[in-house]
Nanobody
């Protein structure tokens, strides 16, 4: 079984930056790709970014050019560098392990989430 633990969330002013981390453990050999999702209050969970074992990265249009997803395979850790943050980026951010390739990530395991709040 795969366990995912996120960290790095917090309160930041608009225009600021945060880096989220997601540490994976357990049956990580079963992970094809990993991604980040977010859920704002009163809204559904939405895709943010994903990356596969080959290193290709994919982003939602809303974060393209501002967010960067990366992974350190030696540390089994996924990152999300978030720059130029906007109040509309405020959400709970979830790390996900994908059962499919990154381009069409289908999560099969979620982390517990880390809150990101961007003040105007």
């Amino acid at each position: 079984q795969v366990q995912l633990v996120e960290s790095g969330g917090g309160l930041v002013q608009a225009g600021g930056s945060l880096r989220l981390s997601c540490a994976a453990s357990g049956s990580i050999f079963s992970i094809n790709a990993m991604g980040w999702y977010r859920q704002a209050p009163g809204k559904g969970r939405e895709y943010v970014a994903a990356t596969g074992n080959a290193g290709k990265t994919y982003y939602a249009d809303s974060v393209k050019g501002r967010f960067t997803i990366s992974r350190d395979n030696a540390k089994n850790t996924l990152y999300l560098q978030m720059n130029s943050l906007k109040p509309e980026d405020t959400a709970m951010y979830y790390c996900a392990a994908c059962s499919t390739e990154a381009r069409l990530c289908v999560p099969f395991r979620w982390g517990q989430g880390t809150q990101v709040t961007v003040s105007s």
